[in-house]
């Protein structure tokens, strides 16, 4: 399946007071006992992810340096925490392009649930933690 940047972004990061941190759910599930193959892939796949995700984030903050407004020393205006823009029309657009850049490509996450659960060794996933994954694992 193939994941657009902004996919990529909504599976990682959370925003708090409009930082944007890495979603909690992800340290929580590295501390669970988990199905040797599932911990697997499912580390393979988050490297991917930030791997992708910081590629992402300087694609982003190399837009908003092309469209800021700049001082006298050719450094970004910032009101509010935030850069000003020249042209937000413009910024958006360039921005939501790169959101709906198809950034990475993965295969699902074969889960055999049946055997997991018959396993009273093993955690089993949060609603939380299935509610993230959803759209990655799929029934083996």
Not at 65 to 90: F, L, S, W, Y
Not at 124 to 129: A, G, R
């Amino acid at each position: 399946m193939k994941l657009t940047n902004e996919q990529i972004e909504r599976l990682i990061i959370i925003y708090k007071d409009g930082i944007p941190k890495l979603n909690p759910i992800w340290e929580e599930m590295k501390k669970k006992k988990f199905p040797v193959s599932f911990r697997y892939w499912l580390k393979i796949t988050f490297d991917k992810l930030v791997e992708k995700f910081t590629k992402f984030e300087e694609a982003r903050q190399e837009i908003g340096a092309q469209h800021a407004i700049k001082n006298k020393d050719g450094e970004p205006v910032v009101k509010d925490n935030k850069m000003t823009v020249e042209d937000p029309v413009k910024f958006q657009e360039d921005f939501q392009e790169l959101l709906k850049i198809e950034a990475l490509e993965i295969g699902k996450i074969k889960v055999n649930f049946q055997q997991w659960d018959s396993n009273p060794k093993l955690d089993v996933l949060s609603f939380d933690e299935m509610d993230l994954l959803l759209g990655i694992i799929e029934e083996a």
